[in-house]
């Protein structure tokens, strides 16, 4: 056996562990940025429909309270004519097609089994597709006379007081006073709020703000309606 001395072979040295933990880090970093994109999940379409659903069913709710007293949708009215859940007036059914200049009823209305007056008071299903064609109407109506730019304002009123404008509240109003009237009350109130009013004016632009200020707190989302309204 020799008897050379062996000179010991020196460990290596170890890496420190700040700098391991540094390059895990780095690897870590660059998985990460490497791995396809995952969007955050989007409510699906269905809870988008029923979210929307519970909106408009809230606003139309609070309409045929006012409207027809919780009579239902049989409910008639022998003075003006107004029909159903929503009284809806024979110059709202000509606005949205479903009846003619002579009072028929037309092909549009037929398509959801309304012939007759009886019909439409029989039909929930047809009550409700013809307020949804005319809330779309009257919302559009709005938007051309420049009315729903207003929704967020608040504008002094004819009795002195604040008023907010919402876009519930401008289709309510519309809904019950047409979309003509609700433009002409916001004119009067933004431009020549100190212009004298005639007697039925000053009535229906008190009706306009007392829809305003019902539906205040009140959202809006109009449902589809089966078939497009006429413009």
Do not use: C
Request: glycine share 8%.
């Amino acid at each position: 056996m020799s008897t050379q001395a062996v000179q010991a072979i020196a460990p290596r040295t170890a890496r420190p562990a700040k700098a391991v933990a540094k390059t895990a880090d780095f690897k870590g970093a660059l998985v990460r940025a490497q791995a396809p994109f995952a969007p955050a999940p989007r409510p699906s379409a269905a809870a988008t429909t029923t979210a929307a659903r519970a909106v408009d069913s809230s606003f139309r709710n609070r309409i045929a309270a006012q409207e027809s007293a919780g009579a239902g949708w049989a409910a008639r009215n022998a003075a003006s004519g107004a029909l159903g859940r929503y009284q809806m007036l024979r110059v709202a059914l000509r606005d949205i097609g479903w009846q003619g200049a002579d009072g028929g009823w037309t092909e549009r209305a037929a398509a959801l089994g309304v012939r007759s007056e009886a019909d439409f008071l029989a039909s929930p299903a047809a009550q409700e597709t013809a307020m949804s064609q005319y809330l779309q109407r009257t919302e559009r109506q709005l938007a051309a006379n420049g009315a729903l730019d207003a929704a967020g304002r608040i504008v002094t009123a004819t009795d002195g007081q604040p008023l907010a404008i919402t876009q519930a509240g401008l289709v309510a109003a519309a809904h019950r006073r047409g979309a003509g009237t609700v433009a002409r009350w916001l004119d009067h109130r933004t431009r020549t709020p100190d212009a004298p009013l005639p007697e039925a004016t000053r009535t229906a632009f008190a009706s306009v703000e007392r829809r305003l200020r019902d539906f205040a707190g009140t959202s809006l989302a109009t449902r589809p309606a089966a078939g497009a309204p006429p413009a």
